[in-house]
C-alpha cells in the first residue's frame, strides 16, 4: 500500500505571493524587452538579424554551460547553511569568474570554427564583445538568487527591472542611433559591467569578512554542482541543438525566420524563473523543518498558478499567432506563423517546474539521465524531421523530447513524495482549466473569422474577446477559491486605482 504523507504543516504555504513581487520586477521591463528583436527586424535585414540571433544563440549557451550548476547550487546551500552563506558565494564568484575567463578565451581561439558551424563568416568580427560580456554577466549571475534567497524578494524584483530596462536600452537606442550591431554589443558590454560593479559592491556590504574562500565547503558545492551542471550542460546542448542544426543547414536569413517562430514570450519566464526559484527556498526550508506535506502542497500551489497564467496564454497564442507575427515582425517573416503555432505547446508544459523539485531532491544525477534521454530523442529525430517537414518539424521534435522528460520527472517525484499517481498533480483543476481554455479558444476564433479590420484593432479584439471569455468561464465553474478570488480582485483595485491617480496627477 501506498505510504502516505504525514500531516506536519499547519497551512498550505504559497510560493506566489513573493514569486510575484518578483514577477512585478520583471514585467516592468516586459514590454522593452519583448520589443527588441520587433525593432531590429525593422533596422536589419534579415540577413544581419540573423547574426544577431546567432550571435545571442552562442552567448546563450555559454553562458548557461560556463555556471557548471555553481551559480544555482546557492538556492541550495544558502536557506539550509545561512552561517556560512558568505563563504559559499565566495566559493562561487571565484568559479564563475574562472569560468568567465575561460569562456572568452575560448570563444576567442573558435571564431573560424563557430562562423564555418554556423554557415555565416560575419560572426568572427562580433566574437571579442560577446566573450566581454559572458565574463561580466557570469561574475554577476548569483545577484538575484543571494536576494532571493536571503528572502529581498522587492531588492529582486528591483534588480531585474533595472537589469532587464537597461539592457533593452543597450539593445535598441545604439541600433536606432548608429543602426549598426557593432553598437549593440558595445552597450551591452557596458551595462554588464555596471551590473558586475553593484553585484561586487552589495556582495561586500551583505556578507562582510564571512566572504572568503572554503576549500571543504568548495568540495561539497562541486559534489551538488557538477552532476547538475552536467544535466545543464546536456540541457543547453538538446534545447540549442534544434537552432545549430538549422543555422548548419540554412542561411541566417532561414535560422531568422526559425527563431522568430520559436518565439520566447518574455511573460513565460518572467512568472516561471522567479515562481520556481521561490518554490525550491520554500520546499528547500519545509525538508529541513521535516514538514514533508507542505512540499507536495507548494508543489500543487506553483502548478496551479501557473496553470492559470499560461494555460490561456498558450491557446491566445496559437489563436492570434498570423497577427502577432506579421504585426510585430512584417509580412517578411510570414513563414513563421505555423511554427509559432505548434511552439505555443511548449508554453503549456512550462507549468511544471519538475526539475526545481528535483534540484530540491539533489536528484542532480536523474536530471542528467533525462536530459540525455531528451538529447537523444532530439539528436536522433531532428534532421529527419527537418527534412520531412521543413521548420516546423524541429519544433514537433522539440515538443515531443519536452513531454519525455516532464512525464519521466513527474514519475520519479511520485517515488520521491510516496504519493499515488492522483495525488502527484491537481488533475481535476488542470482538465477543468484546459477546457476552460478550449472553449476561450473556440469563440475567439469565431469572433476573429467574422471580423474584417486591420490586423491590431483584430488582435486587441481578439484578445479581448478570449480573455472575457475566459475569465467569465473560470468563474462560472468555480475554479478560484476564495483566497485566489480576493486576490484577484485587490490587485485589480489596487491597479485600478494606480491608473487613476496617474490619470489625476496628469489632469492636475
Sequence with gaps: MTAMLPETTPRRESVFRPALLVMCGRTLAFAATFFIPVVLVRVFDPALFGTYKQLFLILSTAFLVAQVGMASSLYYFLPIAPLNAGRYLSNALLFLGVAGLVGFAALMAMKPQLAHWLSNPELSRYVFWIGLYLFLMLVSAPLEIVLISRSRYLWAATSYAVTDLARAAASILPVLLFRQLDGLLKAMVFVACVRAIIAMFYFRAEFGKTLRLDGALLQRQLAYALPFGLAILIEILQGSLPQYVVAYLSSPATFAVFTIGCLSIPLVDFAASPTSDIMMVRMQENL????????????????????????????LVAVAARQIIVLLFTAKYAASIPILMVWSITILLTCLQV??????????????????????IIAGLIQWALTRFSLIGAVFVIVL???????????????????????LLPWRNLAALLGVSAGATVVAFGVQSLLDVPRFPLLL?????????YALLVLRFGLLDAGEQRAIVEWTG???QSVFGVLDYRKG
Excluded: C
Design 401 to 423: 523530447a519536452t513531454l519525455a522528460f516532464k512525464a519521466a520527472a513527474l514519475w520519479r517525484m511520485k517515488q520521491l513524495l510516496h504519493i499515488r499517481a492522483a495525488e
Design 355 to 376: 526539475d526545481g523539485v528535483l534540484r530540491v531532491f539533489a536528484q542532480t544525477r536523474l536530471l542528467v539521465v533525462l536530459n540525455l534521454m531528451r538529447l537523444a
Design 461 to 469: 479584439a481578439t484578445s479581448a474577446v478570449y480573455m472575457v471569455t
Design 288 to 315: 529541513a523543518a521535516g514538514r514533508t506535506r507542505a512540499v507536495l502542497e507548494i508543489w500543487h500551489d506553483t502548478t496551479w498558478k501557473l496553470a492559470l497564467l499560461f494555460f490561456p496564454l498558450a491557446a
Design 494 to 496: 489596487r491597479t485600478w
